[in-house]
């Protein structure tokens, strides 16, 4: 468990992140509260209504387990251990986590991994928790489309792999080129308010988590997307590819 | 005949169950996840009643509440706000709330879906 040293108080952007933490946090309860209510209101037990709500129970814990894990490594000032990761199967475990969510949001999901590279350096723990958080807010973003999509993709860069969660829907966040370049942006209560119903706190406690594993979240395109994505340095260890 | 709620939110699959308890009390409704899709129904139809939330993708409630006023058609029809805000955050727009014809405000924390039913059938316009 973490505890914020004594006497050093909370730090104002972690002050910030907590509150954006809570109020995302209010969704899935929001959710787990009305639907349990709408079930005592029905005859019948719909169990397709149990099964949301134990996806969005999940999404929670999984939220508040990254912010942690981000909380924790952030407060010891010490940058997390990298080691080689094979982003296809981290991508698509993660595509399996979202899918019961994307399900509920009618939302396509693809893992696409443009080119042939290597596993990358990162952290397997922190960068699953990072891509699952972006992964949780970007899915309920708001779409008049009739066929939405939601992409957990990696490409090669001349600086990288770029690995990030891209949406369909992406293009209503504009002028926004880069959260680094609105850092008040992660001050106001619903910072995104483009992406719809929360704080878009994942983006956040991502971004948190993408410092810790020395490199830093951005707006990106990736195949006629856009979406928030971090650049990884390959490994230098020989891939079976 | 049942009576039409346009009901605006952001959350597809919050707003899922509130149009679910909403029907099953009787009334027709119409969903808009956001102030584009809400103006763009008032093309078609005139709903009884509207319930929205006041944080919508791109706009705040009042902007949104500004153009359906300005609407002939919509310059009656009671308004509900049901938002996810708390009372602290939504006490600096007090006067645009009066403004704009709100006639209640409902919190999702708080209030259960029977109350929300409850209101809107309240407030429904009696028929002449």
């Given at each position: 468990?973490?505890y914020p040293?004594?006497?050093s108080g909370?730090g104002k952007?972690?002050?910030?992140l ?7 946090l209010?969704q899935?309860?929001?959710y787990?509260a ?12 719909d169990?397709?209504v ?5 996806s969005?129970a999940?999404?929670?814990l999984k ?18 251990e990298?080691e080689?990761?094979s982003l ?7 595509a ?7 399900k ?9 991994l443009?080119?042939?590279y290597g ?11 990072a ?10 973003l708001?779409?008049n ?5 939601m992409?957990l ?5 001349d ?5 990030g969660?891209?949406?369909s ?6 002028g ?8 008040k942006?992660a001050?106001?209560?619903q ?15 991502a971004?948190?988590?993408f410092?810790c594993?020395q490199?830093s979240?951005d ?8 979406g928030?994505?971090a650049t ?10 | 005949m ?9 959350d597809?699959v919050l ?9 099953q009390?009787?009334?027709e409704v119409?969903a808009?996840q ?5 103006i763009?129904a008032?093309d078609?139809?005139?709903p009884d009643s ?20 300005s609407?002939?058609?919509w ?5 509900i706000?049901?938002t ?14 009066a ?13 259960r879906?029977q109350?929300l ?5 309240e407030?429904?316009p009696v028929?002449?």
């Amino acid at each position: 468990m973490i505890y914020p040293p004594e006497g050093s108080g909370v730090g104002k952007g972690q002050e910030a992140l907590l509150l954006s933490v809570a109020e995302q946090l209010k969704q899935p309860l929001l959710y787990i509260a009305r639907s349990s209510e709408l079930a005592l209101m029905e005859d019948e037990l719909d169990r397709s209504v149990l099964r949301d709500m134990e996806s969005h129970a999940a999404m929670a814990l999984k939220l508040l387990d990254s912010y942690i894990l981000g909380v924790g490594v952030a407060s010891q000032q010490a940058a997390l251990e990298l080691e080689s990761v094979s982003l296809s199967a981290l991508l698509s475990d993660v595509a399996h986590e979202l899918s019961p969510l994307a399900k509920q949001y009618d939302v396509e999901l693809e893992v696409m991994l443009d080119g042939k590279y290597g596993p990358v350096m990162s952290h397997p723990q922190a960068l699953r928790a990072a891509l699952h958080s972006l992964g949780g807010v970007i899915v309920g973003l708001p779409t008049n489309q009739r066929q939405t999509i939601m992409r957990l993709g990696a490409h090669k860069t001349d600086i990288g792999i770029v690995t990030g969660v891209y949406h369909s829907s992406m293009h209503r966040l504009p002028g926004v080129k880069g959260i680094a370049e609105d850092p008040k942006r992660a001050e106001r209560r619903q910072p995104f308010a483009e992406i719809g119903g929360g704080s878009a706190a994942g983006v956040f406690v991502a971004q948190q988590l993408f410092r810790c594993m020395q490199t830093s979240l951005d707006l990106r395109r990736h195949k006629g997307l856009q979406g928030f994505a971090a650049t990884l340095q390959p490994s230098k260890q020989l891939a079976l590819l | 005949m049942s009576k039409q709620l346009l009901l605006i939110e952001p959350d597809r699959v919050l707003g899922a169950i509130y149009a679910r308890a909403l029907e099953q009390a009787g009334f027709e409704v119409i969903a808009a996840q956001n102030a584009e899709q809400a103006i763009y129904a008032a093309d078609s139809v005139t709903p009884d009643s509207i319930i929205m939330e006041w944080e919508m993708p791109g706009h705040n409630g009042s902007a949104f509440l500004y153009e359906m006023r300005s609407h002939a058609d919509w310059s009656e029809i009671p308004v509900i706000v049901h938002t996810r805000l708390q009372a602290e955050s939504l006490a600096k727009f007090e006067g645009a709330l009066a403004q704009l014809g709100v006639v209640e405000v409902l919190y999702k924390s708080t209030h259960r879906l029977q109350t929300l039913i409850n209101r809107v059938n309240e407030h429904l316009p009696v028929a002449v």
